[in-house]
Every structure is written in C-alpha cells, then in structure tokens.
Nanobody, 120 residues
Framework: QVQLVESGGGLVQPGGSLRLSCAASGTVFDINAMGWYRRAPGKQRELVATKTRTGITTYSDSVKGRFTIARDNAKNTVYLQMNSLKPEDTAVYYC??????????????WGQGTQVTVSS
C-alpha cells in the first residue's frame, strides 16, 4: 500500500502562485509515475501533470508554461509549482502515484485532495 499526504492548497488571487507538495510513504520503491490531477466543480477529474521516476514529464495543455512539476525520488515527494493562476484553475487537486508492472497492469493511489481556489 501507498499513502499520499498533500499540502499547499488555498485561496489565491488571479495571477498569483501556489506550490503543492505530496509525500508518499509505504511500499514506494516500485512507484513509477507521480503527479497531479484535479476535479473542478461539475467536471470530471483531469490530468494536470505527471513525472516518471526517470524524469519523463507530461502536462495538460491548459497548464503548460504556467505549472511546473518536480519530483524528489530520494524523498518520495512530488511538487507542483503553479504560477499565473486563473479562476479556471479552481479545483480540488489530487496527488497520484502509479505502479505499473511488466505486463502493463497499473495500480493507482490517491491523496485526499487539496482545494485550490483562484478568486479576487
């Protein structure tokens, strides 16, 4: 099992910045990808950014150039630096850790979610 603990959400004005953190514990040695998803009110959960253990990074088009994902493998921690925030970034942000075996089967683990609200 993998436990994920998130921190760093809050209220920020448009154009502002926030940094999210997520620390993983438990059986983490074989976790491949770590990242962030979000769910806005009335919408489905969507990918924000992920980063593999080897450094392969994926961003959604809506956050490219504004958000940066970083990962500290030694600390089993992933970060999301969010700049130039927009009201449409308002959502609950969920940390994700994924384990994929040699057959391609995937196990996903989720944090409890942290609220990010962008409003003036």
């Amino acid at each position: 099992q993998v436990q994920l603990v998130e921190s760093g959400g809050g209220l920020v004005q448009p154009g502002g910045s926030l940094r999210l953190s997520c620390a993983a514990s438990g059986t983490v040695f074989d976790i491949n990808a770590m990242g962030w998803y979000r769910r806005a009110p009335g919408k489905q959960r969507e990918l924000v950014a992920t980063k593999t253990r080897t450094g392969i990074t994926t961003y959604s088009d809506s956050v490219k150039g504004r958000f940066t994902i970083a990962r500290d493998n030694a600390k089993n921690t992933v970060y999301l630096q969010m700049n130039s925030l927009k009201p449409e970034d308002t959502a609950v942000y969920y940390c994700n850790a994924a384990r994929t075996d040699f057959l391609g089967r995937r196990d996903d683990y989720w944090g409890q979610g942290t609220q990010v609200t962008v409003s003036s």
